[in-house]
């Protein structure tokens, strides 16, 4: 899972495989969540999002859980490919009846996906 | 294509000297924002605008300035005051910022103090 820190967590996955990347949000309150994936030297693409009345999402190979309870959000890649390989990172949105303004984007830290041939 | 481009790629700056980082985009999207990237480390927002001729301090202003006198452009100065420069810069927008919308990434610029 995502953590604070100069080093991100790395998850290795062999080609073909299916990869689970974990994300712990911090705000109960928070009421949408974007997945985006980065790769080295670019900007963050969107993935996939998901608002918290539902509690999963299906993308193309892409499925994003959300699990209310527990604060926690997952990214889950069928068949995982090399172009794949990305630091991944997920975001909450804090509504403005919490932050006293507008809504607030909130960002993890990240996970580092391997995809090994 | 649409989408947002930031420019430079790579920009260095000198001891003391102000450095501005462009941002255009063509999405016709209302409101844009700045991104810090350091190392290992969640984006922070530095500011951002909702709409043309305003814009509002993000977490980690000091240091920084921006205008918006166009909606396609949101430009970023480094100022001499921002004693550690050095990051990943990213530009972002969104059409409505009021609705859960998903933010669009330029690029980025990479800045570095020599």
């Known amino acids: 899972g995502e953590s604070v820190g100069l080093h991100l967590p790395t998850l290795s996955v062999q080609e073909g495989d299916n990869s689970i990347i974990n994300c712990a949000y911090s705000n109960s309150a928070s009421d949408y969540f974007i997945w985006y994936k980065q790769e080295s030297g670019k900007g963050p693409q969107f993935i996939i999002d998901?608002?918290?009345?539902?509690d999963k999402r299906q993308g193309q190979r892409v499925t994003v859980l959300l699990n209310k309870t527990v604060k926690h959000l997952s990214l889950q890649i069928a068949a995982t490919q090399p172009g794949d390989s990305a630091v991944y990172f997920c975001a909450e949105n804090i509504p403005p009846r919490v932050t006293g303004g507008g809504n607030k984007l909130t960002f993890g830290t990240g996970t580092q996906l391997k995809v090994e041939l | 294509d649409g989408g947002i481009t930031q420019s430079p790629k790579y920009l260095f700056r000198k001891e003391g000297q102000n450095v501005t980082l462009s941002c255009e985009q063509n999405l016709n999207h209302d409101a844009m924002y700045w991104y810090r990237q350091d190392p290992g480390q969640g984006l922070r927002l530095i500011y951002y605008s909702q709409i043309v001729n305003d814009f509002q301090k993000g977490d980690i202003a000091e240091g920084y300035s921006v205008s918006r006198e166009k909606k396609e452009s949101f430009p970023l100065t480094v100022t001499s005051a921002q004693k550690n420069p050095t990051a990943f810069y990213l530009c972002?927008?969104?059409?409505?910022?009021?609705?859960?919308?998903?933010?669009?990434f330029g690029s980025g610029t990479q800045l570095s103090v020599l």
């Open positions: 972002a927008s969104t059409t409505d910022p009021s609705k859960r919308e998903k933010l669009f």
């Open positions: 998901i608002r918290s009345n539902m």
